[in-house]
């Protein structure tokens, strides 16, 4: 049984974000093996989540000993953020995917915290509606694809049309079965034509934790808004969920857009797992700070000239 001790320790977001800025990248950190390797899955081999432990935290053993890790991660993050949209070439889709209260809102939080709110937009994927119905299941996502420069975070996402929809059956199996090749297909086309990363997270928590996270939010007025009776019902779909999210990790994890299992019951491991794999994954893009458009010679001149005119004044 997959039982640990979750911590719910939170920061308010003005302290938080302010001790980003401030801090530098630290040398010679507890840095936690390169977990962008560690959990990626690696095109069509089938993944037994049986076999992962959500409690996994690597070498940390609380969210204190990570506390430096995750600053200095977040603050590499707002540097190349910054870089990707001064360069406008490059734009990055995050796809956040999990059982309810596997923590997709937490890492949305925690990740913007690290990133300029210009160059990020987060979009959630509710029921479709019936507009949306009318169309191929791909139309109501595509307008909300990153343009180059942007991160954009997909909170649930096209991955819903092999989830959802197939454990409830909203359409038939030849229907849905088809989707996943139709889904890597459409984000080559985003790799291709749009130097667009795409980086893919599902946050597996178990059984167990996702019950003590529903008490939480029933004990917790702050949390209350998130409950609903659809909670209750998606968890009796347990076992035809993890086959579901077992199919689409194998079907849909190419080389071009990833998978990455996260274990997340820790949430605070979570959002280091998560920050540190876009982290690296950026880093790893080759940005370039555009050349100005400007003849900098002449403005430094310019500049001169004011400078000497407000001393003379
Ligand atoms: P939440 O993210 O908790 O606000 O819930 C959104 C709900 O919308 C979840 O129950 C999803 O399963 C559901 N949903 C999202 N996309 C689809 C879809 N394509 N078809 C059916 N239900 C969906
Ligand atoms: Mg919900």
Same mark, same amino acid.
């Given at each position: ?14 302290? !938080?974000?302010?001790? /980003? ?57 707002? &540097? ?42 987060? /979009?959630? !994927? ?5 507009? *949306?119905?009318? @169309?191929?299941?791909? %139309? =109501?996502? @595509? ?14 996402? @096209?991955?819903?049309? /092999? ?15 088809? =989707? ?7 984000? =080559? ?6 130097? +667009? ?12 934790? &996702?019950?003590?996270? !529903? ?9 209350? %808004?998130?409950?609903?009776?659809? *909670? ?23 080389? @071009?857009?990833?998978? !990455? ?6 949430? %605070?491991?979570?959002?280091?797992? /998560?920050? &540190? ?14 050349? +100005?458009?400007? *003849? ?5 001149? =310019? ?11």
């Amino acid at each position: 049984m997959m039982v640990c001790e979750t911590e719910s320790k939170t920061f308010s977001a003005d302290t !938080f974000a302010a001790r /980003v800025k401030t801090s530098e990248p630290l040398e010679g950190l507890n840095i936690e093996p390169n977990l962008l390797q560690k959990f990626k899955v690696e095109p069509g081999i089938k993944v037994k989540l049986g076999n992962i432990d959500p409690c996994y935290c690597a070498n940390h053993v609380s969210h204190e000993t990570a506390l430096p890790e995750m600053l200095s991660q977040l603050h590499k993050m707002d &540097q190349l953020q910054n870089l990707m949209y001064a360069e406008r070439k490059h734009s990055v889709l995050v796809v956040l995917q999990g059982l309810d209260a596997c923590g997709k809102d937490g890492v949305v939080r925690h990740i913007t915290t690290g990133m300029n709110p210009a160059g990020c937009r987060v /979009v959630g !994927f509710k029921q479709p509606t019936p507009q *949306d119905l009318r @169309h191929d299941f791909l %139309w =109501r996502v @595509h307008p909300h694809f990153p343009a180059r420069g942007e991160v954009v975070i997909f909170n649930r996402s @096209h991955y819903e049309d /092999v989830l959802v929809v197939r454990v409830h059956q909203l359409v038939p199996v030849h229907v849905w079965s088809k =989707r996943y090749d139709l889904i890597n297909e459409l984000e =080559r086309l985003l790799v291709v034509e749009n130097y +667009t990363t795409v980086l893919k997270f599902f946050l597996y928590i178990s059984r167990e934790e &996702q019950l003590a996270r !529903f008490k939480r939010r029933l004990d917790d007025p702050a949390r209350r %808004w998130k409950i609903s009776e659809a *909670d209750y019902r998606e968890r009796e779909y347990w076992d035809d969920y993890v086959q579901a999210f077992q199919d689409m990790l194998q079907k849909t994890s190419t080389q @071009h857009a990833p998978w !990455f299992v996260i274990p997340s019951n820790h949430k %605070w491991f979570r959002d280091l797992a /998560v920050s &540190q794999i876009i982290t690296r994954t950026l880093e790893g893009l080759d940005m370039q700070m555009p050349e +100005t458009a400007v *003849d900098i010679a002449r403005i430094r001149r =310019r500049y001169h000239a004011a400078e000497l005119e407000a001393k003379a004044s």
